[in-house]
């Protein structure tokens, strides 16, 4: 199980984490991949930062530590978006999340103690709707490969510009979050069969959640369980939310079946006639 924070500065992270951190500019990317780096070369992990252009990241990362050695040794990489995420091309979230798990296992035959990842992912999130989808798909995977083992801390960067609308969703796939002076209220995990909802979903998350949890499950066929015991609190905008989703899932054949709610969030959830099966305590 996941546990919900806010991060409140780019550093402490570990291999297994999945954090989201939002940026207002230029200035604000490089004070936030510079700590992340170095701790990262401190630790003796391989480093890889992708972003709009070399030249731009090249830029961001001027005050990192013996910059000039780790790219010569190749201990940092710096790739431009379009070179990590193919040009002109929709985003394949599976065949991506194969690329990191291979570059993890070629740090680690270098010497390397793991793979630590920033990347800017503004350009994925600027491709409408279907771009979304597959962006969001791609953040459940990436957040699988994160949890199951390999040594890989990542950290994914969104341009705060792009606006709640897009960044809402995103955000919650993450369990490490950072968006402004925002605390954290709810997480969208899909580590292991289930899917599961964490923290407090009310009316100012309940629009978020939505597309990230149809977009998730929507891919499935048959029956997704989507596990409630980690939901601190669910108010009536949350419990329509996922009235909503439960009926535009039944359109494409995905039956979204909700377990373990514990007793306060079940008594919203009845209101729907979505209560099914056992209560927690």
Same mark, same amino acid.
């Given at each position: 199980?996941?546990?919900?924070?806010?991060?409140?500065?780019?550093?402490?992270?570990?291999?297994?984490d999945?954090?989201?951190?939002t940026?207002? @500019? !230029?200035?604000?990317? #490089?004070?936030?991949v510079? &700590?992340? +780096?170095?701790?990262? /070369?401190?630790?003796?992990? /391989?480093?890889l +930062? =992708?972003?709009?252009?070399?030249?731009?990241?090249?830029?961001? =990362? #001027?005050?990192?530590?013996?910059?000039?050695?780790?790219?010569?040794?190749?201990?940092?990489?710096?790739?431009?978006a !379009?070179?990590?995420?193919?040009?002109?091309? $929709? *985003?394949? &979230?599976?065949?991506?999340?194969?690329?990191?798990?291979?570059?993890? @296992?070629?740090? *680690?035959?270098?010497?390397?103690?793991?793979?630590?990842?920033?990347? %800017?992912?503004?350009?994925? !999130?600027?491709?409408?709707?279907?771009?979304?989808?597959? +962006?969001?798909?791609?953040?459940?995977?990436? @957040?699988?490969?994160?949890? #199951?083992?390999p040594?890989?801390?990542?950290?994914?960067?969104?341009?705060?510009?792009?606006? %709640?609308? =897009?960044?809402? &969703?995103?955000?919650?796939?993450?369990?490490i979050?950072?968006?402004g002076?925002?605390?954290?209220?709810?997480?969208? #995990?899909?580590?292991g069969?289930?899917? $599961?909802?964490?923290?407090?979903? %009310?009316?100012?998350?309940?629009?978020?959640?939505?597309? $990230?949890?149809?977009?998730?499950?929507g891919?499935?066929?048959?029956?997704?369980v989507?596990? +409630?015991?980690?939901?601190?609190?669910l @108010?009536?905008?949350? !419990?329509?939310?996922?009235?909503?989703?439960? /009926?535009?899932?039944?359109?494409?054949? =995905?039956?979204? /079946?909700?377990?373990?709610p514990?007793?306060?969030?079940?008594?919203?959830?009845?209101?729907?006639?979505? *209560?099914?099966?056992q209560?927690?305590?």
């Amino acid at each position: 199980m996941t546990a919900l924070r806010r991060w409140y500065s780019p550093t402490g992270l570990h291999p297994g984490d999945h954090a989201c951190w939002t940026f207002a @500019d !230029a200035a604000g990317f #490089s004070a936030t991949v510079v &700590p992340f +780096l170095e701790e990262g /070369r401190q630790r003796g992990e /391989r480093l890889l +930062l =992708v972003g709009e252009s070399q030249a731009a990241m090249l830029a961001a =990362v #001027s005050s990192l530590p013996r910059r000039a050695e780790l790219l010569a040794s190749g201990q940092l990489e710096i790739l431009a978006a !379009a070179d990590m995420y193919g040009s002109g091309r $929709a *985003l394949d &979230p599976v065949a991506q999340v194969q690329h990191f798990r291979g570059a993890v @296992d070629a740090a *680690l035959d270098r010497g390397h103690h793991g793979l630590r990842v920033a990347a %800017d992912g503004s350009v994925l !999130a600027r491709a409408g709707s279907e771009g979304r989808r597959q +962006l969001h798909i791609y953040e459940r995977l990436a @957040d699988e490969l994160a949890g #199951s083992g390999p040594p890989l801390t990542g950290m994914c960067l969104y341009d705060a510009s792009l606006g %709640d609308d =897009v960044l809402g &969703p995103l955000t919650v796939l993450h369990p490490i979050q950072h968006h402004g002076d925002r605390e954290p209220l709810g997480h969208l #995990s899909a580590r292991g069969p289930r899917l $599961a909802l964490h923290g407090d979903v %009310d009316l100012s998350l309940a629009d978020h959640v939505f597309p $990230a949890l149809v977009d998730l499950a929507g891919g499935a066929q048959g029956e997704v369980v989507l596990d +409630l015991w980690d939901l601190d609190f669910l @108010d009536v905008a949350g !419990a329509r939310m996922l009235k909503r989703a439960v /009926r535009r899932l039944a359109e494409v054949g =995905v039956d979204l /079946r909700l377990v373990g709610p514990r007793r306060a969030v079940a008594r919203c959830l009845e209101l729907f006639d979505l *209560l099914d099966g056992q209560v927690s305590a």
